[in-house]
């Protein structure tokens, strides 16, 4: 059983920078993957970025240029540091994990508004 907690969304101005932050807890030793991803109303949840307990990243190819994704395993958190952002990042950004023992399964935080105005 993993715990999922995300922070650090809020409201920021076109052009800004936040830094979003996924707290992991419990079975944290069965984690293969964790990544980011958002969904804005009308759309369908889709894949920011990831990050593989070897330290391999992902990133959606229009995202790559603004976003950085990263952890620290001595905290058990994974960060996702955004800059220049514009009003089309507005969306709900879910922590996700991913872990094969005992079984495969996908944990998802409640996720963090993140809205940027014009």
């Known amino acids: 059983q993993v715990q999922l907690v995300e922070s650090g969304g809020g409201l920021v101005q076109a052009g800004g920078s936040l830094r979003l932050s996924c707290a992991a807890s419990?079975?944290?030793?069965?984690?293969?993957?964790m990544g980011w991803y958002r969904q804005a109303p009308g759309n369908q949840r889709e894949s920011v970025a990831l990050?593989?307990?070897?330290?391999?990243?992902n990133y959606a190819d229009s995202l790559k240029d603004r976003f950085t994704i990263s952890r620290d395993s001595a905290k058990n958190t994974m960060y996702l540091q955004m800059t220049s952002l514009k009003p089309e990042d507005t969306a709900v950004y879910y922590c996700?994990?991913?872990?094969?023992?005992?079984?495969?399964?996908?944990?998802w935080g409640q996720g963090t508004q993140v809205t940027v105005s014009s």
């Open positions: 996700k994990a991913v872990s094969f023992l005992p079984r495969k399964i996908d944990y």
């Open positions: 419990g079975s944290i030793f069965s984690i293969a993957t």
């Open positions: 990050i593989t307990s070897g330290g391999s990243t």
